[in-house]
T-cell receptor, first 108, second 117 residues
Framework: GQNIDQPTEMTATEGAIVQINCTYQTSGFNGLFWYQQHAGEAPTFLSYNVLDGLEEKGRFSSFLSRSKGYSYLLLKELQMKDSASYLC?????????FGAGTTVTVRA | EAGVVQSPRYKIIEKKQPVAFWCNPISGHNTLYWYRQNLGQGPELLIR????????DSQLPKDRFSAERLKGVDSTLKIQPAELGDSAVYLCASSFRLSAGGMETQYFGPGTRLLVL
């Protein structure tokens, strides 16, 4: 089976930075995705890492270390609308195996 | 560009009743996925289609679940009969798969929230 771990909840203040960690132990690896999911809505694509290093996209950045089985999603200049669940997913060929998600609450 | 469309958005049924969900993927996407998401969990794959062929249905409980993708576009997922444990959100996703191993982003629909009483 696939094991993908991320914290259940995180709370941060508007304007701050939050880092969501994801560790994985899987039978293979073809890349790692981060999705954002607001309550009652569809998961939406945020980022994709297949090589080690940092991918920056506006206020969001994602990092991958394949040797450590580790990734993080960095959210900068937090806004209230960033309150959502953030899902880490490991790709094995076409298949995505998801973590349980991290619920981020942004407080004023 | 229109996203993945699913209907209905919500469904409440009594156990042992049948239920069906419909999905219209993004135009041009050849691969379609059905996932189930339980409360507080990530989505779990039920079935994957490439065009009209179900290429992975290993996670689909075939005693009560069935799916089809006629003409390789829209898809329906059916449960008959439904059980209490089937209460979940059923998500449809689509992608364009050019070749094995290539970058392929799955785009999700809003899901159907099923409650079995």
């Amino acid at each position: 089976g696939q094991n993908i771990d991320q914290p259940t909840e995180m709370t941060a203040t508007e304007g701050a930075i939050v880092q969501i960690n994801c560790t994985y132990q899987t039978s293979g690896f073809n890349g790692l995705f981060w999705y954002q999911q607001h309550a009652g809505e569809a998961p939406t694509f945020l980022s994709y890492n297949v090589l080690d290093g940092l991918e920056e996209k506006g206020r969001f950045s994602s990092f991958l270390s394949r040797s450590k089985g580790y990734s993080y999603l960095l959210l900068k200049e937090l806004q209230m609308k960033d309150s959502a669940s953030y899902l880490c997913a490991v790709r094995l060929d076409y298949k995505l195996s998801f973590g349980a998600g991290t619920t981020v609450t942004v407080r004023a | 560009e229109a996203g993945v469309v699913q209907s209905p958005r919500y469904k409440i049924i009594e156990k042992k009743q049948p239920v069906a969900f419909w999905c219209n993927p993004i135009s041009g996407h050849n691969t379609l996925y059905w996932y189930r998401q339980n409360l507080g969990q990530g989505p779990e794959l039920l079935i994957r289609y490439e065009n009209e062929e179900a290429v992975d249905d290993s996670q689909l409980p075939k005693d009560r679940f069935s799916a089809e993708r006629l003409k390789g576009v829209d898809s329906t997922l059916k449960i008959q009969p439904a059980e209490l444990g089937d209460s979940a959100v059923y998500l449809c996703a689509s992608s364009f798969r050019l070749s094995a191993g290539g970058m392929e982003t799955q785009y999700f629909g809003p899901g159907t929230r099923l409650l079995v009483l």
